[in-house]
Nanobody
Framework: QVRLVESGGGSVQPGGSLRLSCAAS????????VDWYRQAPGKEREMVAT???????NYADSVKGRFTISRDNVRRTLYLQMNNLKPEDTAVYYC????????WGQGTQVTVSS
């Protein structure tokens, strides 16, 4: 059974940093592209960052230069380092993998406010 468990969310002031983690189980983690998505109140869920099995990365324009996605295949963990956070980054952040069907974590709340 595929399970994705996010952690590391919280409340920070603008300009602050957070590091999100996603622990994966029930899949051959190292072989799969995995992603971070986010959903702000009243908005659709959007892709934030993607990392392939070859460690190639892709980012939403809104986070380029501020966020870094990485993975540790030994620990089966996905990370999202978020720097210079802005109020518009406030959202629930989700870990995602597509294995013929989509799997999502439960989400972790990130709030950026002064």
């Amino acid at each position: 059974q595929v399970r994705l468990v996010e952690s590391g969310g919280g409340s920070v002031q603008p300009g602050g940093s957070l590091r999100l983690s996603c622990a994966a189980s029930g899949l051959n983690f190292r072989l799969n592209t995995v992603d971070w998505y986010r959903q702000a109140p009243g908005k659709e869920r959007e892709m934030v960052a993607t990392i392939t099995s070859a460690h190639a990365t892709n980012y939403a324009d809104s986070v380029k230069g501020r966020f870094t996605i990485s993975r540790d295949n030994v620990r089966r963990t996905l990370y999202l380092q978020m720097n210079n956070l802005k109020p518009e980054d406030t959202a629930v952040y989700y870990c995602h993998v597509n294995l013929q069907r989509e799997f999502w974590g439960q989400g972790t709340q990130v709030t950026v406010s002064s």
